[in-house]
């Protein structure tokens, strides 16, 4: 099971204040770790901050010690110190290299050696070829030697800014089941759910916009296989995009058995 | 059913920015009225910011046009700005007077007449007596006249600091239900829940200690009638409290069939 989110470009419509529209995707790119999110895609919605969230989402999924490799220095990235770490598994600290130890990294080039930066004391030497970040697996602790390999537990996300519209960018992620996200959506306590298999997405909606709302503005339809409300009797008359997103997650972390 | 829960007055050892402190004392705001919470608690936990945590709260639960008379100009406000509105239907909007409604108001005095600004144009003749803060009902429109009423809705919370140990905070609550979340707890999903009434509690830890540390470095023990890991499979090492306030009450709304 591979879990999708769908946040719109408009998620900042109502955050004018550049630190608190630093945090609030921080809080998204926190929300999508704790719950092993693989997929984050930004759709359009008539907002304007599609590059901004992509930028700080993938900031804030880089492990710390390839930030400044992989991030120069620009004005977006001013209020990153807000942002409260991931602390995923690919998130390692320094410590003495492990044999068999997979971690994230950047390949350096020496003439013609191929180098990674793995976040140790010591470049590694890579064997074989590649090129910026990737994952590898340390195969030799003396000398430093690594390969490129697979994750084999949660390994962050990726975020995918599509500059389409909802229904295609769903259409795009090519869903097992695509679950919208409303208040107006069936209550998920009485809903019968199919089985949670295969790449399963939760689309949100904006500040200001639900997502039938929004297909609409755009003149789409998308075939949902389920609409639901993930907060039955909220009290409060709206509810956050970052705030949707952690509830419904939390929510389906529950009903998932495995 | 009644909802409290209990935050440590340590929640911010590890947030010193001024501004998303107070954002982030307003995510647990918006979190207890999203799921209807009744009453917040500020348990002694070694830290700091108890008074700070309690105003943003008190600050955040007000109707926007109490908060003039009810929270004088002072540097700990400066931020407020930044937090979301709560929305919950006490928080009135201006409109007009209907007859039987309820609005959350204030007693002004004038000479030996008791008035009171419940967030309209004119202010309404009281008719009864009372002091500061109260929910009214308007028994007439013209000319406008209100009684001391009780609320038939989720009215808000209200905020407990005790200046006492979670244990001392915990028999003062007199919950019929205590739940402590912990990482270390059962997995909620396996575990065989009572039926949910009366006063229930969920005792949540700092950023750096968990439930149970807290109460050991106190000297302290409670019985819980259940310590439940709400986030089963987090991916995070940690869970900050703010998140799990928000998840926590997600998965309760979830579990709870009324």
Chains 1, 2 share one sequence.
Do not use: C
């Amino acid at each position: 099971m591979a879990l999708h989110i769908f946040i719109p470009d408009s998620l900042l419509e109502e955050t004018p204040d550049p630190k608190i529209r630093t945090y609030k995707v921080g809080q998204i790119a926190r929300a999508a770790a704790i719950f092993g999110v693989e997929h984050i895609w930004i759709y359009k919605a008539g907002g304007k901050d599609g590059k901004f969230i992509k930028l700080i989402l993938e900031y804030a999924e880089t492990p710390q010690y390839l930030r400044k490799a992989l991030f120069p220095i620009r004005k977006e990235l001013k209020y990153v110190g807000v942002i409260p770490p991931l602390r995923t598994p690919h998130h390692k600290l320094k410590g003495r290299p492990a044999l068999g130890e997979i971690r994230e990294g950047i390949i350096i080039k020496k003439g013609k050696r191929l180098y990674a930066d793995i976040g140790l004391d010591e470049l590694a030497i890579v064997e074989g070829s590649g090129e910026g970040r990737m994952t590898f697996k340390i195969v030799s602790v003396k000398p430093l030697k690594v390969v490129s390999a697979k994750p084999v537990e949660y390994w962050g996300y990726r975020v995918h800014l599509t500059n389409k519209t909802l229904a295609k960018t769903l259409k795009k992620a090519r869903l097992d089941l695509a679950i919208a996200t409303s208040r107006k959506g069936e209550d998920v306590r009485k809903v019968k759910l199919p089985p949670l298999e295969g790449e399963i997405g939760f689309v949100f909606g904006s500040p200001r916009k639900g997502v039938m709302e929004i297909l609409r503005d755009f003149n789409e339809d998308y075939p949902f296989d389920l609409i639901l409300n993930t907060i039955p009797n909220q009290k409060t008359k709206t509810v956050r995009t970052e705030e949707a997103v952690l509830a419904t997650l939390a929510v389906f972390n529950f009903i998932r058995r495995d």
